[in-house]
């Protein structure tokens, strides 16, 4: 078992007083909040459970059954009750349940058995794959309006889409819908037309909910440090996580990870992605890489390229300026110097000529290329072989 670090001391001194806003948290130990996810993985090994939810951070030290009872005490209530509290934290195995609650309680490993087999006859545990979780008994009446209902049944189903087969959700699609299904106000009709009040011109809806899903999903493998089998282009890879991309000018998001096949790295469009699973195995996030740093001089999601001196000028037409102002403000080695004639001069070091070109394209006339000349000349030719599908070529 690794040693506490001096840090990692700190930390658990602050939170035994209390909750802490993350942010506060991270200025006053002088760490990042990745590093503030690897001091979880850290304190666990240690018996604490360091709780991050949002903004907040929360301790939960060894000997925290202490407060239902003391170490002698065999009170079958206070016993069962520190088993409740355990499985609500998680869902444990009989193992993990006998070691945690032999901390605090003098008994056999009969007695505990005894107690889970009694929470099952009562239906307040119960028991699914060697795991032991809350009953039914624990959980409240399901009581959802229709909207309620069919905004959970269409994200259970888009879930579904996004991970494959999954008996899980299948599962909870069918109890759900059988379940609400016996109320006269809820059909499986009336939750497809609870959506129906926007509609979206251009691009499928489902599609970019479920993107938008899968991204958060691949992030928190991400910060979990776990393994992920993707299906794409019908074929199975093994990838560890390293980010995901949303890129504004494709209007895509994209998986940046280690492909274990390639023994290199790849970007993996999500809309191509057509299964993924999030695996127990782990992976050790690569120490010195950062994301942003990365796909810095990138315009899109290209990276293999040398970066390329660029200089565009943009004329004050109708809305290119703001437009322009919009797009490149998250370049953060971007230039922008105001011109005499009220036009803007655009200077920048891109990696990705393809894409950076498609986007100079798409202003028109309102952009002039100054450097490079390649792509000046390029982009020249387009033009010329544009007109002389008209029928005009100029020169």
Known sequence: MKTVTAKQKQLIETLSQGSCNMHDLLQQLGISERTLWRYKKALAEQGYNLIINKDTCRLIPKGWLGDVGSKCAEDTDVRRFAILRLLSESPLDAVEINHKIKQRFEIKDSTI????????????????????????????????????????????????????????????????ATRVG????????QARRT?????????????EMRERAMAERLELASWEEQVVEILYHRERRMVEPLGVIYSYHQDAWYLHAFCQKAN????????????????????????????????????????????????????????????????????????????DDGSILY???????EEFKVWIRSFGSSA????????????????????????????
């Not at 209902?149 to 109890?175: D, F, P, T």
């Not at 016996?182 to 009709?189: L, R, V």
């Not at 200077?347 to 000529?353: A, I, S, T």
């Not at 002039?368 to 544009?386: D, F, G, K, M, Y």
Request: charged share 30%.
């Open 182 to 189: 016996k109320n006269s106000w809820f059909s499986w009709q």
């Open 347 to 353: 200077e920048d070091l891109v990696v990705g000529m």
């Open 113 to 176: 058995k005894n107690d889970l087999r009694r929470l099952q006859q009562q239906s307040v545990v119960r028991e699914e794959n060697g795991k032991y979780t809350l009953g039914e008994a624990m959980l409240g009446e399901l009581e959802l309006s229709q909207e309620e209902g069919s905004r959970l049944l269409s994200y259970l189903v888009i879930k579904q889409q996004i991970e494959g087969k999954n008996a899980l959700y299948n599962s909870l699609v069918h109890s759900l």
């Open 368 to 395: 002039q290329i100054l450097e490079p000349e390649a792509l000046r000349e390029n982009l020249l030719a387009s033009v010329r072989a544009a007109l002389a599908r008209y029928g005009e070529v100029g020169n």
């Open 195 to 207: 959506t129906q009040r926007i509609c979206i011109k251009g691009k499928h809806q489902d599609l």
């Open 264 to 339: 290199a790295r790849r970007t993996f469009r999500l809309d191509q992605i057509e299964e993924f699973q999030v695996l127990e195995d782990k992976f050790s996030y690569p120490p010195n890489f950062d994301l942003e740093d990365n796909f810095a001089y990138s315009w899109g999601i290209m990276v293999d390229e040398p970066p390329v001196e660029v200089r565009i000028k943009f004329f004050n037409d109708y809305n290119v300026l703001s437009r322009l102002s919009r797009e490149v403000a998250e370049r953060q080695r971007a230039k922008t110097t105001p011109l």
